[in-house]
């Protein structure tokens, strides 16, 4: 059975610093996806990660795939408080795609 | 403009009551997925369709009921059998083969 495990689970950040989101899945795939979710909302698709070393930016937010290890990571540059949402990884085997539980960021000034 | 349209946003269910959620797509996707999300949880896959007149259960099917007569509509209908619907219901749609999810804005259904 596949599963996904994010890490941490809550993460509270002054604006200006750098961490990352772990996420680790349990069998082999080279489809992984990170979603940003606000309060009350749906899913924003934010990366679509789909081959070994893959790596895709956009603005503050890096995301890279390791197949090999099972890993992706969601790197955060220099937070801002818009950053603050809940962050969740999604792992696609076979048209059947599970999440992991989240990331609550929280960006404080 | 394409996109997946859920409705109503919000829903309050008497106990013994079975009510329905819609989920309407007019992006072509072949595949529609039911999500069920707790208050700080993941989500968690209910049932899912990949052709029209046919659906799999996910990993907590007990207590719901879909049907796929169109391929635009996937309703849920959460039976009295749920003993615990209160939750955040996300419809979502793919491409089979395709890349990623296209979400619905949610049904927020409680229980009173």
């Given amino acids: ?109 | 403009d394409g996109g997946i349209t859920q409705s109503p946003k919000y829903l309050f269910r008497k106990e013994g009551q079975n009510v329905t959620l819609s989920c309407e797509q007019n992006l072509n996707h072949d595949a529609m997925y039911w999500y069920r999300q707790d208050p700080g949880q993941g989500l968690r896959l209910i049932y899912y369709s990949q052709i029209v007149n046919d659906f799999q259960k996910g990993d907590i099917a007990e207590g719901y009921s879909v049907s796929r007569e169109k391929k635009e509509s996937f309703p849920l209908t959460v039976t009295s059998a749920q003993k615990n619907p209160t939750a955040f219901y996300l419809c979502a749609s793919s491409i089979l083969d395709s890349y990623g999810y296209t979400f619905g804005s949610g049904t927020r259904l409680t229980v009173v």
């Fill in chain 1, 1 to 109: 059975e596949l599963k996904v495990e994010q890490n941490p689970l809550f993460l509270s950040m002054q604006e200006g610093k750098n961490y990352t989101i772990y996420c680790n899945y349990s069998t082999t795939s080279d489809r992984l996806y990170w979603y940003r979710q606000d309060p009350g909302k749906s899913l924003e698709s934010l990366f679509v990660l789909l081959s070994n070393g893959a790596v895709k930016q956009e603005g503050r937010l890096m995301a890279s795939l390791d197949t090999k290890a099972r890993l992706s990571t969601l790197h955060i540059t220099a937070a801002v408080h818009d950053l603050s949402a809940t962050y969740f990884c999604a792992v696609d085997i076979e048209n059947d795609m599970r999440f992991g539980a989240g990331t609550r960021l929280t960006v404080k000034p």
